[in-house]
């Protein structure tokens, strides 16, 4: 299975500050890697997939990027509804696989 | 808009089939995969697996021999069981449509439903 290891798993941080959250995938995973945003209580919510397109809907302050293995969420500008978890996934091979999750915090 | 809406029983005892259900509101069930994901506290996000409209499936081979997905296209509506559960299979569990960018590649989810807190308790 590929693994995903995700860093930091908790962040915190205030409304205005810019976040980064990476994702390095065990192996090559070409640009197959996809970013979600976790509410409790909510439906899960794509925000990026292909490492870097951005999913219709979701605000621009959100981007991702990609360096060989290492993939990284970009949170610009932090909003009070952006304050949740958010996980990698990769999808170039079964089984699919999750990162640990990355668990953003207010200040 | 696509919306996912899913149920079943959320308290089990141990040795018990957990059982749930998704119904698919506003789309259509052919084109999509259509899978299972769960949330365990200590363990983060695991696929479970996921069906197509003809009834394909596709599972995690971790929980394949005690998983069964399948798909009432007629009704739109799919469905897990998971057969001898133990406290290792509590989570919420959510419902997703998988979408395959391209042909040939595997899914992101991009519509997931609400979710479902399934507890094991003797």
């Known amino acids: 299975d590929i693994q995903l290891t995700q860093s930091p798993l908790s962040l915190s941080a205030s409304v205005g500050d810019t976040v980064t959250i990476s994702c390095q995938a065990s192996r090559d995973i070409s640009k197959f890697l996809s970013w979600y945003q976790l509410k409790p209580g909510k439906a899960p919510s794509l925000l990026i997939y292909d490492s870097s397109t951005l999913e219709t809907g979701v605000p621009s302050r959100f981007s991702g990027s990609r360096s060989g293995t290492d993939f990284t969420l970009i949170i610009s500008s932090l909003q009070p509804e952006d304050f949740a978890t958010y996980y990698c996934q990769q999808y170039d091979n079964f089984p699919l696989t999750f990162g640990q999750g990355t668990r953003l915090e207010s200040k | 808009q696509v919306q996912l809406q899913q149920w079943g029983a959320g308290l089990l005892k141990p040795s018990e089939t957990l059982s749930l259900t998704c119904g698919v509101i506003?789309?259509?069930?052919?084109?999509?995969?259509w899978g299972w994901i769960r949330q365990s506290p200590g363990k983060g996000l695991e696929w479970i697996g996921e069906?197509?409209?003809?009834?394909?499936?596709n599972s995690n081979p971790s929980l394949k021999s005690r998983v069964t997905i399948s798909i009432d296209t007629s009704k739109k509506q799919f469905s897990l069981r998971l057969q001898s559960v133990t406290a290792a299979d509590m989570a919420v569990y959510y419902c997703?449509?998988?979408?395959?960018?391209?042909?040939?590649?595997?899914?992101?989810?991009?519509?997931w439903g609400q979710g479902t807190l399934v507890t094991v308790s003797s």
């Open positions: 506003g789309g259509s069930v052919t084109g999509y995969q």
């Open positions: 997703a449509r998988g979408v395959r960018i391209r042909v040939g590649e595997e899914s992101v989810h991009d519509h």
């Open positions: 069906v197509n409209h003809a009834g394909g499936v």
